[in-house]
T-cell receptor, first 108, second 115 residues
Framework: DQQVKQNSPSLSVQEGRISILNCDYTNSMFDYFLWYKKYPAEGPTFLISISSIKDKNEDGRFTVFLNKSAKHLSLHIVPSQPGDSAVYFCAASNDMRFGAGTRLTVKP | DAGVIQSPRHEVTEMGQEVTLRCKPISGHNSLFWYRQTMMRGLELLIYFNNNVPIDDSGMPEDRFSAKMPNASFSTLKIQPSEPRDSAVYFC?????????????FGPGTRLTVT
């Protein structure tokens, strides 16, 4: 049973605009969430995380929002850059399993 | 540190052959993970070790797959016999803590092709 779900397989945005990637989870006991970015032919790399005691964590152009009541988190990238084009995975603590990923394409 | 090291980077083998994938985690990390990435199933957790002990192997597809971690600096994932449906990219990752609360550091992956 997939406890972490990314329902959008792809997203395309214009350079300079905001990218919003979404992730839903089913287990309310998860207490830590992580986002990873993956370029082709490379392993995923850690991007940003959030503890369940927070509802927002910001790092430069990247912000993760957590809505515990909805069991939903989102990653905002603003402004988006062509170099952000990659596959983004969300993952939940205690589970170590990843969502299916969302392929982000940022067009110049 | 050189990061997580995986070998080989590419492996092409014939159906029925034994395949061994190798991983050297980052020194000092006490958790190690094996993942498989396919187009159909995304990134799947196969097995997770903590302090060299397998903690969760529920993701291992079947008995043809086995994983070992004889010491803190080395792990293997073996497929015997291999089948074409095993073709995928296999990633090894390590983490400084137990469980998923710590970020994982991934190796570059091994691309396995079984013909």
């Amino acid at each position: 049973d997939q406890q972490v779900k990314q329902n959008s397989p792809s997203l395309s945005v214009q350079e300079g605009r905001i990218s919003i990637l979404n992730c839903d989870y089913t287990n309310s006991m998860f207490d830590y969430f992580l986002w990873y970015k993956k370029y082709p032919a490379e392993g995923p790399t850690f991007l940003i995380s959030i503890s369940s005691i927070k509802d927002k964590n910001e790092d430069g152009r990247f912000t993760v929002f957590l809505n515990k009541s909805a069991k939903h988190l989102s990653l905002h990238i603003v402004p988006s850059q062509p170099g952000d084009s990659a596959v983004y995975f969300c993952a939940a603590s205690n589970d170590m399993r990843f969502g299916a990923g969302t392929r982000l394409t940022v067009k110049p | 540190d050189a990061g997580v090291i995986q070998s080989p980077r590419h492996e092409v083998t014939e159906m029925g052959q034994e395949v061994t994938l190798r991983c050297k985690p980052i020194s000092g990390h006490n958790s190690l993970f094996w993942y498989r990435q396919t187009m159909m199933r995304g990134l799947e957790l196969l097995i997770y070790f903590n302090n060299n002990v397998p903690i969760d192997d529920s993701g291992m597809p079947e008995d043809r797959f086995s994983a070992k971690m004889p010491n803190a600096s080395f792990s293997t994932l073996k497929i015997q016999p291999s089948e074409p449906r095993d073709s995928a990219v296999y990633f090894c990752a390590s983490s400084p803590g137990q469980g998923g609360s710590y970020e994982q550091y991934f190796g570059p992956g091994t691309r396995l092709t079984v013909t």
